[in-house]
């Protein structure tokens, strides 16, 4: 509610945000199309020969810098209402990220980045060791076909730098973690990982320990076979009158196979919005289960 745009966005209803996001970010667009078109027509003058021609795109080419350098200026003193207003431009927040700049003040600030924690830990699991949860449930489905568990290591050393715990293998606590690590990754059957958690640091009244369950995309090699057929309404409804197609469990069942012909499970690429991108020369890209960004959202 710090800007002019937090009460006119409220007559818009649903659009609230969008309004107010847009009426945000007008005034540091207006000024920097003032700029461009100060700068377009300090090109056109530069291909005349006449003197003051010259002498006025100079002047003019002196205001589009001042007006460049005050928006960058500006937008660093978000303590003022003129720098929020220019701290809200995507082009300026683009110049605050890679420039490392952080807001500091005694009023929030006028956005707030939200990330997955990628830069450090992507698992999220720091955030509920910081909490003392004694049971944690990682779901880990980082691009590592190999099984490094690259992403968990890191975010085991991130938790054990910042003091929060220490991890061993309940099996045999004298062995070091890397040693568990490695046979799972040794071990393409595991379909988990257990890891026992240690809060041993702090007060010892404090002190308590925990486990920490891994699940990653990996296909074990007893669960490779042929491709099945599409999970249809029927299937989850238990309702075979809520199916659209007239077609039989045998017909179905027959179709796929015709169609999939000998492909595996582990032959599936990361195209996966349809059928065609296995079956028509664009089953490209890692394989099952692993593959892109957009194959996560399939999945």
Not at 249 to 254: C, I, P
């Amino acid at each position: 509610d710090h800007f002019f745009g937090s009460s006119i966005a409220r007559a818009f209803g649903e659009k609230h945000a969008w309004v107010t996001r847009y009426a945000h970010q007008l005034p540091s667009t207006l000024l920097s199309l003032v700029a461009f078109i100060v700068l377009n027509n300090v090109w056109e003058l530069a291909f005349h020969s006449d003197s003051n021609d010259c002498s006025r795109a100079k002047c003019q080419l002196d205001i589009v810098c001042y007006i460049i350098a005050g928006m960058i200026a500006v937008s660093f003193f978000t303590s003022t209402k003129v720098g929020q207003l220019m701290a809200m431009s995507p082009l300026l927040r683009q110049l605050h990220q890679a420039s490392m700049y952080y807001y500091v003040g005694d009023r929030p600030p006028p956005m707030l980045y939200m990330t997955d924690g990628g830069v450090t830990d992507c698992t999220a699991i720091v955030q509920l060791l910081w909490r003392r949860r004694e049971r944690i449930l990682l779901v880990l489905a980082a691009a590592d076909p190999d099984s490094e568990l690259g992403v968990l290591r890191t975010a085991l050393s991130v938790a054990v730098q910042l003091r929060l715990a220490s991890f061993y293998d309940p099996q045999d606590p004298r062995r070091n973690l890397d040693v568990l690590l490695e046979e799972f990754k040794l071990s393409p059957e595991q379909r988990s990982l257990h890891i026992g958690i240690s809060y041993c640091f702090g007060e010892r009244q404090e002190r308590c320990s925990g486990d920490l369950i891994v699940v990653k995309n990996r296909l074990p090699p007893s669960c490779v076979g042929p491709v099945q057929r599409l999970i249809r309404r029927r299937d989850v409804q238990g309702d075979a009158a809520t199916d659209d197609s007239d077609m039989s469990e045998d017909d179905v069942a027959r179709a796929d196979e015709e169609a999939f012909g000998k492909m595996r499970t582990d032959e599936l690429g990361p195209i996966g919005c349809c059928d065609c991108c296995h079956l028509r020369g664009i089953n490209w890209g890692p394989k099952f289960p692993h593959g892109t960004g957009t194959y996560y959202l399939w999945l």
